[in-house]
């Protein structure tokens, strides 16, 4: 993110989710014409992807007519934070079956201007009108780093829930322990906290949801591209044979759909 002031602060306060949308729907034009060509040159993540591809193309769901009214004879995946859906054009063109859904109107409206024969939604990532078990694969591209971390516990108990037995989730974050404030992005009159986290706690967190670590990844900071810091990136999946629903007493908080406490973030956040 380019012309924005960046502190370090405390953990978000309970407009997280007001605060989120407020800030992409600000900035969509401005960011997506700032980092438009920086997806297709990152090499790491196209392959993490490309491994996504081959991993929910093999569980076999897809009937060819599925979640995003396309064609595609792969997977069902659903890119839940898809942003301005850079991510899932680029997994529609692998021949997924997959959708995107965003807090923010309009990171939405460039997606669906740029992509018309995909399928993009508003919603939470923790309430997103999904059937439990339906899903091949869940991205959350960088849309985890606004959830408060006191309710990572219930997002991915309820990315396990969506998934098919031998689902596969891929995650990316920013690494690192401290909290990052960005006030005024490219001049806008909005603030917003990107939570930088440890990837061994947050695949921790994975197992503790019912998760099966496949991959724990980690790449330098891009300086060239305006990181500042590591970035993460997991990839696990719901066991075969887990045909289990979680609770909602499994992992204290975990099981919770309530509209309230959720958040969807954006996919292709700031990388700094």
Known sequence: MTDATATTAPDPGPDHIAATRAFYDAVAEDYTDR???VFAAQPVELALLAGLVEAASGTGTSTGTGLSGTS????RVADLGCGPGWVTAHLASCGLDVFG???????L????????????????MLDPGIPDGTL?????????????????PALFAGFRRLL??????????QAGEKTLRVERPFGHPVVLDFQRRRPDRMADALERAGFTLVLRSERAADEEQGESTPQAFLIARRPRADHSVPSTTD?????HRTTGHSTAGHSTAPRS
């Open 136 to 152: 091949d694969g869940v991205v959350s591209w960088y849309s985890s780093i606004h959830v408060p971390q006191d309710d990572l």
């Open 164 to 173: 098919v037995p031998g689902g596969h989730l891929l995650l990316a974050f």
């Open 35 to 37: 980092f438009r060509d």
């Open 251 to 255: 992992h204290g908080t975990t099981g």
């Open 101 to 107: 859904l965003d807090l923010s109107e309009s990171m």
């Open 72 to 75: 595609g004879t792969g997977g």
């Open 109 to 124: 409206r460039v997606a669906r201007r740029e992509n018309p024969g995909l399928r993009f939604e508003q919603g939470s």
